[in-house]
């Protein structure tokens, strides 16, 4: 019984520094708030997720079933240091993303999902996560890899990646690229954006979100 | 010229991405709107035109027009596809008016369609820079954004023009087609969102500089139909036929840089007065226009040397309004290319599908009032094969 007592006393989240909530413009002139969700609100987030696991186009299947077992893991103690930043847009969770901090210097980049497609929701969200490793959480590196082409596009392509071969993302067999601080920093002006402080009506309308259809669902989306 | 030629029916399938239908399935969703438009029955179709570009390439069928016919149950009609490049759909147009005027036949089915969205974006940029100059263009890379790119920037040399002028035609274009209940876009854009403020960059990405992601056209499925008959028998069909008033088809050279002002679309300058003349019109008298926007640049320079506005003036038009739906010269109430979407083989029949509507009155929230005469451009190549069409209302 130490044994397993041992075993699961595990520091479950290491003490990091908040991720302080932003604002920006998305093209249609909306305002998206992105925020870091609490371990509270991922039941939420589970139901958000749920209807693409039977979404196969640009393999919102298997990223919306991994970002699932994810997000359970980190809610149930079963992952270790995972963080989760969500997008709302009047209201409305518009797309979410998560990495895993493996210690002080190194992130994992775990998932991106946009429920509404066309509107940079991912790639804004995206940038949002490696700012958060970089400059809050004060790693030196983020191991990515990437599960679809258009997810490569946007993120090797864009952020000018470098390959790391022999390193195994914990995602499985894809190969790893990684971001590195003096990468994230030559990239920043063109990948980060937000205002902080966020208005306070607004930051308030995105605690309480509600859920929508993703766009993947909808046969005319575009 | 022959008989005079009407139009007697239009439609067309929404325009989007269609996991739903096939290619087929969109013809014939277009096809059957556009015979019940007109009221014709399967008997008094006579051929069947169908404008598609890359039927064989992306979605492994030839012959697609012998296969619509059988589909609309309107055999032994003639059947034939015609392929001009993103001209295809206005071409078939045209060899349906010349087919009806010289009395080959009396009524013929116009269809454009082209299915593209299943395929990965560099794959339908690739097959669609094929247009392009074998040997002084395609092979170093050319592809046709890139070319809108360098005529966007000789614009900004030569005439003034800013990235702001291409936002606000997008964003024009993307009002209208929020109007359109066929187009592929239904989504407003703001300047701020893809110009003013600094997250624009990421917003509206690159894509052939200076062309951003919203001054480029999207990838669509869709297909569009028109009936045409004689001027004589419409009145059968129809209360309120279009007359197809003058066409003027013209090319240039194939390669972009043997030009002697790459610049100036000549071909659109010749198509454009051919069709002018044949109506007994000018450009005065139109109330309302599709152009070919694939690039936002391009709904400038054609506007300009179809002889709408002086060269290199376009943009300022745009910026006090008058291209608005309710300006002085309306461009592009559907949406254009740039929210209608861009199924290349339907795109020409669209255009007439939209002005023809307009003409009718039948355009909705969208509708151009009081429009009695229309001007279509459809731009193949870049700016090597244009098919331009005058078409006025009836009464």
Not at chain 1, 3 to 19: C, G, H, N, Q, T
Not at chain 1, 119 to 143: D, N, T
Not at chain 1, 187 to 199: C, N, S, T, W
Not at chain 2, 286 to 314: C, P, R, Y
Request: with cysteine; net charge negative; proline share 5%.
């Amino acid at each position: 019984m130490t044994e397993v007592a041992d075993f699961l006393s595990v520091d479950w989240d290491v003490p990091r520094k908040p991720y302080p909530a932003k604002a920006l413009t998305l093209a249609t002139g909306e305002k998206m708030v992105i925020r870091e969700a609490s371990r509270e609100e991922v039941p939420q987030l589970l139901m958000a997720i749920r209807p693409l696991l039977d979404a196969p186009g640009e393999f919102y299947d298997v990223v919306a079933a991994r970002t699932y077992a994810e997000l359970l893991g980190w809610h149930r103690y079963r992952v270790r240091n995972e963080y989760c930043l969500v997008g709302v847009v009047d209201g409305k969770l518009v797309g979410l993303v998560n990495n895993r901090l493996v210690d002080k210097d190194l992130c994992v980049s775990l998932h991106t999902i946009a429920m509404r497609k066309g509107r940079s929701v991912g790639a804004h969200l995206f940038a949002a996560k490696q700012e958060h490793a970089i400059e809050y959480l004060g790693v030196s590196e983020i191991l990515v890899t990437a599960e679809s082409p258009r997810g490569f596009n946007l993120l090797v392509v864009n952020w000018g990646l470098e390959p790391r071969p022999g390193v195994q993302h914990e995602l499985g067999g894809a190969k790893s690229w990684v971001l590195t601080k003096e990468n994230y920093y030559k990239h920043k002006d063109e990948q980060v954006f937000g205002k902080r402080p966020v208005p306070g009506d607004l930051y308030e309308q995105s605690l309480n979100f509600e859920l929508i259809e993703p766009d993947i669902m909808r046969l005319e989306s575009d | 010229m022959g008989r005079k030629v009407a139009i007697i029916g239009c439609g067309m399938s929404k325009f989007g991405r269609r996991d739903d239908k096939d290619l087929m399935g969109l013809l014939v969703e277009a096809s059957t709107r556009s015979l019940g438009d007109a009221g014709v029955g399967r008997k008094d179709i006579d051929a069947v035109y169908v404008a598609s570009m890359l039927c064989g390439e992306l979605t492994h069928q030839t012959a697609i027009a012998s296969a619509l016919a059988d589909e609309l149950l309107v055999l032994p009609a003639a059947a034939e596809r015609i392929e001009n490049g993103p001209a295809s759909g206005a071409s078939a147009v045209k060899n349906a008016y010349a087919a009806v005027a010289s009395g080959l036949y009396e009524t013929v089915l116009v269809t454009g369609g082209e299915k593209m969205r299943h395929a990965p974006g560099p794959i339908v940029t690739d097959l669609i820079a094929t247009i392009t100059h074998p040997t002084a263009e395609y092979v170093h890379g050319v592809t046709l954004p890139s070319l809108a790119g360098m005529l966007t920037r000789l614009y900004m040399q030569r005439y003034g023009l800013e990235p702001r002028h291409l936002a606000l035609v997008a964003i024009k274009n993307h009002n209208n087609g929020l109007k359109n209940p066929y187009a592929h876009l239904h989504r407003k854009i703001t300047l701020e969102g893809i110009y003013l403020e600094p997250e624009a960059k990421l917003n509206n990405p690159p894509v052939a500089d200076p062309l951003r992601m919203y001054y480029c056209c999207p990838i669509t499925d869709g297909a569009a139909s028109v009936v045409i008959t004689s001027a004589e028998k419409a009145k059968k069909f129809n209360d309120t036929p279009v007359t197809v008033a003058g066409i003027g088809h013209a090319t240039d050279t194939l390669a972009v840089h043997e030009r002697e002002d790459p610049a100036v679309l000549k071909a659109v300058q010749i198509s454009s007065q051919r069709a002018f003349d044949m109506a007994k019109s000018e450009p005065k008298a139109i109330d309302v226009i599709e152009l070919h926007d694939a690039f936002e640049i391009l709904e400038l320079a054609e506007s300009e040397d179809a002889g709408f506005f002086e060269k290199g003036t376009a943009h300022k038009a745009v910026e006090e309004g008058v291209t608005e739906l309710d300006g002085d010269l309306p461009i592009n109430p559907s949406g254009g290319l740039k929210a209608r979407g861009h199924p290349v083989g339907a795109t020409g029949v669209a255009q007439i599908v939209e002005l023809t509507w307009q003409l009718r009155g039948d355009a909705g929230e969208r509708q151009v009032s009081g429009a009695e005469q229309a001007y279509a451009l459809n731009f193949g190549g870049f700016g090597n094969n244009v098919v331009s069409f005058v078409l006025k209302r009836s009464d």
